[in-house]
């Protein structure tokens, strides 16, 4: 049992942020590099060998796993309320994390027996994943003002992304080098492949570097229950308790209205970069097979995007100081705008790549700064903090689950992945707008 740190300590700082290290192997190896690429290939050989249940024959094969992804975050941000408000009157947020990393690792795991002979099944553990995942997530942003002081969470914020960038590419070369080295065995591992195995490593290496992050971490503050009739509801009232509370502050409800509509469109192009890339690219053609193999191509540009990210998230938090965080999201998302446009019309790997090195100098600085800036917006001395990032959550979720929704329906109607991009310009330049209107941090 490691001892109780006081808020500011380096050493809780440096065991929170690691979190990042642990679970951000999730978003590399199964949300944007090996899993996609991976379900491509088999899903494409299913639907040529009609190995397809009846009721989604008629769906595209890209679009059954964004349709599950919005399922999933639905799920999460209905979850999320009533899971924050327990462990927020339990005073036991670190097991609600831990549980939730728990049931994303071990779904990862799963994911190495994906297959459409049984769909269903394989589907519910990509969501329980997914789930997994963003469900920790909501406990883990939530100890930021608990861990660090207000002018500490920028800072802290982009170690954390850091952390999580350079763990999740050492991992990705790992997994590549199993799949490319040609010294992996012919009859796999357990039977399994290496791209299976690489999923397996995944949920491995999740589970193992978290408890670096839990033997610091607090257990949670519990609160008075006296005058609460049911905890399990009460999340609900909390979050239309901060919804009342906004009223009453003016520019964290106007943050949140931006940050509602841009985060719609940054999450939308990371969950479906991978998939843009192996149906739109016009990627080399393999000799032996005769197909267009951008298996390697993409995972390079996945590991540009990951590198370049690092110092991405640093230098948002470096302007920030020098410009404030405001003035330094709308530049971000104004750079969000020209990167739509130019990838509405790429084709060829060379352009994929520039994107890609684009997409990750400002994916890290936006995810990073969104949130240390509502962190710094969220009123001194607040107990409830859990509340204030669950309601953070939430609003995030169902951004993605709209966002998710009319990228599915544009290319089911259009059968192409790139209309669909001309609505995220939209989004990103709402999002400047909004952002214009949010006003310089008090």
């Not at 997994?175 to 591992?189: R, S, T």
């Not at 490593?201 to 589970?207: A, D, K, R, S, V």
């Not at 971000?332 to 060829?348: K, Q, R, S």
Request: aromatic content about 16%; charged content about 15%.
């Amino acid at each position: 049992m490691k001892p109780t740190l006081p808020k500011g300590h380096k050493k809780l700082i440096k065991a929170w942020a690691f979190y990042d290290w642990a679970n951000s192997v999730y978003s590399l190896v199964i949300a944007s590099a090996i899993f996609p690429i991976f379900y491509s290939y088999i899903s494409t050989k299913a639907y040529e060998q009609g190995n397809v249940p009846d009721l989604l024959k008629s769906v595209t094969n890209e679009n059954i796993i964004i349709i599950t992804t919005a399922i999933a975050f639905l799920i999460v941000s209905i979850m999320s309320p009533i899971l924050s408000g327990i462990a927020d009157y339990s005073g036991k947020k670190k097991r609600f994390l831990q549980f939730f990393c728990y049931l994303g690792a071990l779904s990862c795991c799963g994911l190495a027996w994906f297959s459409f002979d049984y769909l269903y099944v394989s589907l519910l553990l990509y969501l329980l994943a997914l789930v997994g995942f963003w469900g920790s997530l909501v406990f883990y942003n939530s100890y930021l003002p608990d861990i660090a002081h207000p002018d500490q969470q920028d800072a802290a914020s982009a170690k954390g992304f850091s952390y999580g960038y350079i763990g999740s590419v050492i991992l990705l070369l790992l997994c590549l080098a199993l799949i490319q080295g040609g010294f992996y065995p012919e009859e796999g591992i357990l039977g399994l492949d290496a791209p299976r195995l690489s999923f397996v490593l995944t949920g491995l290496w999740w589970i193992g570097f978290a408890q670096y992050t839990y033997a610091y971490l607090p257990l949670g503050t519990k609160k008075d229950t006296s005058q609460v009739k049911n905890i399990f509801t009460n999340g609900f009232k909390e979050l239309r308790k901060i919804w009342n509370q906004l009223d009453h502050l003016g520019q964290l409800k106007r943050f949140l209205g931006a940050f509602f509509i841009y985060s719609m469109a940054v999450q939308t192009v990371m969950l479906i970069a991978t998939y843009f890339g192996t149906e739109e690219v016009l990627w080399p053609i393999n000799e032996e097979t005769g197909e267009r193999d951008g298996t390697l191509g993409l995972i390079v540009s996945i590991l540009l995007i990951q590198l370049i990210a690092i110092p991405g998230a640093w230098l948002a938090s470096k302007l920030s100081r020098k410009h404030g965080n405001i003035k330094t999201l709308m530049v971000i998302n104004i750079l969000w705008v020209c990167i739509c446009i130019y990838g509405y019309f790429v084709y060829t790997p060379i352009q994929f790549y520039v994107t890609a090195g684009f997409v990750g100098l400002v994916m890290g600085s936006i995810q990073s700064l969104s949130r240390s800036t509502y962190s710094k917006m969220i009123p001194e001395n607040t107990i409830d903090t859990a509340s204030f990032f669950s309601f953070y959550d939430v609003s995030e979720k169902i951004g993605i689950v709209i966002g998710m929704g009319i990228f599915a329906l544009v290319n089911q109607y259009t059968g192409s992945m790139r209309e669909s991009i001309l609505f995220l310009v939209a989004f990103f330049t709402i999002g400047v707008v909004l952002l214009y209107r949010t006003g310089k941090i008090k």
